[in-house]
Structures are given as structure tokens and as C-alpha cells.
């Protein structure tokens, strides 16, 4: 069992950078991978990136280049480092645990948290 709490939303402008934090609860944390995914309003709940193993890391193309996420098994945290913010990243986004290795698709994640706002205006 994980428990998944997001943290560090918020209301940005474009251009701006903004750091999500994801705590992990369960001593098993380390042999999940992990996702964040996002879902803007009346849209669908992407991917947005992954992180498994070596670490293996894995991104979306729109947020490619501008998006890092890490892992820190030791605390037990991830995070989404968010750079050059656009006005089309404003979602919910929501972190998220699984041990499939079909890391890009929502339904094979086991556990989610319940989502941090990002707003980011132009």
C-alpha cells in the first residue's frame, strides 16, 4: 500500500517555475515507478512524465525539455520541476505509483494522490 500527497502548486505567469513535491507512504516505495500526469478542465488525464529504476526518466514531448522529474527514495519523495511555464500547462496534476512498466498509461497506476493546482497565465 502507498499513500501519494501532492504539494506546491500554485498560480504562475508564463515563463515562471514552479517545483511540485510528491510524499510517499509505504516502506515498498522504492520498487514502484513513478508518474505525474495532469488533467485540465473538460480534458482527458495525461502523462506528463515518469521516473523508474537506474533512474529511467520519461517525458511527455509538450513538456519535454522544460519538465524534470527526480525521485529521492531515501526521503521518500518525488518531484516535478516545472520550467518555462505555459498558459497550456494549467491542470491538476497528480502523482501517481505503479509496477508496471507501461509507465506512460494512467490505467496501470495503482495509486494516485489527489492533485495539486497549477495555473499559469499569460
Known amino acids: 500500500q502507498v499513500q501519494l500527497a501532492e504539494s506546491g502548486g500554485g498560480l504562475k505567469q508564463a515563463g515562471d517555475s514552479l517545483r511540485l513535491s510528491c510524499a510517499a507512504s509505504g516502506r515498498t516505495f522504492s520498487t514502484y515507478n513513478m508518474g505525474w500526469f495532469r488533467q485540465a478542465p473538460a480534458k482527458e488525464r495525461e502523462f506528463v512524465a515518469a521516473?523508474?529504476?537506474?533512474?529511467?526518466?520519461y517525458y511527455a514531448d509538450s513538456v519535454k525539455g522544460r519538465f524534470t522529474i527526480s525521485r529521492d527514495s531515501a526521503k521518500n519523495m518525488v518531484y516535478l520541476q516545472m520550467n518555462s511555464l505555459k498558459p497550456e500547462d494549467t491542470a491538476v496534476y497528480y502523482c501517481?505509483?505503479?509496477?508496471?512498466?507501461?509507465?506512460?498509461?494512467?490505467?496501470?497506476?495503482?495509486?494516485w494522490g489527489q492533485g495539486t493546482q497549477v495555473t499559469v497565465s499569460s
Open positions: 521516473v523508474r529504476g537506474a533512474p529511467l526518466t
Open positions: 501517481a505509483a505503479t509496477r508496471s512498466s507501461n509507465i506512460h498509461l494512467a490505467s496501470y497506476y495503482n495509486y
